[in-house]
């Protein structure tokens, strides 16, 4: 009698434990988006209060966490445990949900090239949607504050922008003292000065246009973004592009481990 023997089709250990590991990365990523996002609504109230969540009249920056936390979780539980006990359904469902956040993504990149002028709009009707809304939400005020001073720029095409908003309107029924006024976020910064002059933008819209200029910024955040854009494209189309290629990597792997599972079950 031959003392060789038969050896079958094997999973790939490498495969099954590499992807294992990425989507325990991706697993407590999203655990903690969702739990940064749970934990500042609760600082708000919302949690106590659902209905609140439709009362914001602007975008409120915490969803971004919820869905990207939500996503993640997600794809790294269903990456994780499927390999871990070689489960070809959530495998499986890992790759077809991959391919459509990657299909979704490639949709989306076409068509904002294609409407470009459309997409202008929508941003410029997003911003001053916000702008309305600037002093309804702490997250929302933030992320408008970091914006215009990130990209030098006081509302979505210009400083008058701000008339938009109850508080910074130039209207004679305007009893604030921000009246005619811009945020702090859009003046121009002082190298020499240590504490942020929070009170630099009153009365800055009541100056002639050629005084405005020396103390806050004139230009409207949606063409200083696409400036920043036209400037990064190189490097924006790379983390793109390596996204894609890490989604079509994450794809391949999780469908190549379920032909090995299914392969060695088969020689069952």
Known sequence: MSGKHYKGPEVSCCIKYFIFGFNVIFWFLGIAFLGIGLWAWNEKGVLSN??????????D?????????????????????????ENTFLL??????????FFLELTAGVLAFVFKDW??????????????????DIDLQNLIDF??????????FGADDWNLNVYFNCTDSNASRERCGVPFSC???????????????????????????????TKGCVPQFEKWLQDNLTIVA???????????????LAQNLVSDIEAVRASW
């Open 50 to 59: 659902i209905s609140s969540i439709t009362d914001l009249g602007g975008f």
């Open 61 to 85: 920056p915490v969803w971004l966490f919820l869905v990207v936390g939500g996503v993640m979780f997600i794809l790294g539980f269903a990456g994780c445990i499927g390999a871990l006990r």
């Open 92 to 101: 499986k469902f890992f790759s077809v949900f991959l391919g459509i956040i």
């Open 119 to 136: 997409i202008k709009d929508q941003l410029y009707f997003f911003i001053n949607n916000n702008i309305r809304a600037y002093r309804d």
């Open 147 to 156: 914006t215009q001073e990130y990209w030098q720029c006081c509302g979505a």
């Open 187 to 217: 003046c121009t910064k002082d190298p020499a000065e240590d504490v942020i002059n929070t009170q630099c933008g009153y009365d800055a819209r009541q100056k002639p246009e050629v005084d405005q200029q020396i103390v806050i910024y």
């Open 238 to 252: 790379g983390i793109f592009i390596g996204i894609a290629l890490l989604q079509i990597f994450g794809i391949c």
